[in-house]
């Protein structure tokens, strides 16, 4: 549960929220060395301010490739190649856009509480197991059974937590 709370936190870092960020470009992958490699692996990403990214790859050869792997990341981004450095402008939001956000959000958190309760039925089905064998007392497995259930509503009310405080800052001017 607590891996699919992470792995949430980590895919909304990668949500525009209308500043830069370099988070933005932690799905990018890039053709690099014979293989497809994170950008983050092959360059340094700045935010100078809040409307621009700078990515400076470590190899100058590999430019050509970054400025294709944003693009083709589908962003809505449009870098700018200068021959030793690709300046991203982050644009404002539009409303429209800002609610297609949410609703982007709002299938990654869908999926992060479709995982917290795969892990609750896996819990669940030990302790039903134990008890079906003995294991452990009637008592002992209703109260693991009820703990169980009070652990994932915690999880699932963290994930809530962390939805309406991200879908608030993308909605944010």
């Keep these: 549960m607590t891996d699919a709370l992470e792995a949430l936190r980590r895919e909304f870092a990668t949500v525009r929220t209308g500043k830069a960020s370099p988070a933005l470009l932690d799905t990018v992958r890039v053709e690099a060395y014979g293989s497809k490699m994170p950008l983050n692996q092959v360059a340094s990403i700045q935010t100078p301010d809040g409307s621009l990214l700078v990515v400076q790859p470590f190899d100058k050869s590999l430019l050509g490739e970054i400025e294709k792997g944003i693009q083709m990341a589908d962003l809505g981004l449009n870098p ?65 059974l009820d703990e169980i259930d009070k652990v994932t509503h915690e999880f699932t009310d963290k994930i809530d937590e962390l939805l309406k405080r991200k879908e608030h800052e993308v909605m944010a001017i």
């Design 80 to 144: 700018s190649n200068d021959g030793t450095l690709i300046r991203i402008p982050i644009p404002p939001l539009t409303e429209e856009r800002r609610k297609e956000f949410v609703k982007v959000l709002h299938k990654m958190a869908e999926d992060a509480r479709v995982s917290v309760r795969h892990a609750r039925k896996g819990a669940r089905d030990e302790v039903q197991q134990a008890l079906k064998d003995h294991e452990i007392g009637e008592d002992d497995g209703h109260r693991q």
